[in-house]
């Protein structure tokens, strides 16, 4: 039986329908980074310690930052200067309190100082007129210090004692010298001269008095 041209075409295309791959499926591609390993860790750790810093200075503990409380830092309270007076209920740690002392001596010098005496946190000194500082320097044989409240008890070379608080206006025996009368300054004074006590030295030192005798004027 003879096949018409239609029905070879048709056979022709079933045939070479069959032999045909069916084309696969399409794959799922896969997508690599070209940054190394190193790298990214390194982004990684960055990127915790960026937060952790912005944690640590968010405001915490009354809005100061880092959570610490507002303190003696923001209040400015330091060591007050040396005119500022010591409160009769506040005591001095020390044998000797904020006196600067030296060993005893042989003679006493007759000049004469006079003023008020200041008492504070670090100093004893005269206020003299015009608002001069004289730093104080007492022997150590005749001098006391009494801590609360705070004063100084010294005894006269004619035996007889007294005692001192801030305030008080006072007539001083004795002498001294300055950085202007001498050109020696506060501190290379302080470290020529032998102490039993020395000064702080925040004290006035550019003007010194070598104390001998006391005599109060209330």
Known sequence: MNNSPTDRILTDWDRISRQAQRPSPPHRAAVTTALPVSMIASAAVLAVVVAASTWLGLPRGGGSPGGGSPGAGASGAGSPGPGASVSPAVSTAGPWGTLAVVPPSNGVMEALAAGTLRITESCVFLEEA??????LVWPADRTT??????????????????????????????????LAEGGVSGVEWVRKTVWVAPPALTCPLDARWFVGEVVTDR
Do not use: E, F, K
């Open 130 to 135: 015009g608002d001069d500082l004289l730093l």
């Open 145 to 178: 210090w009494s801590a609360d409240p705070p004063g100084v008890t010294i005894r006269n070379l004619d035996g007889t004692s007294v005692t001192l608080r801030d305030g008080d206006r006072i007539s001083l025996g004795g002498g001294g010298d300055s």
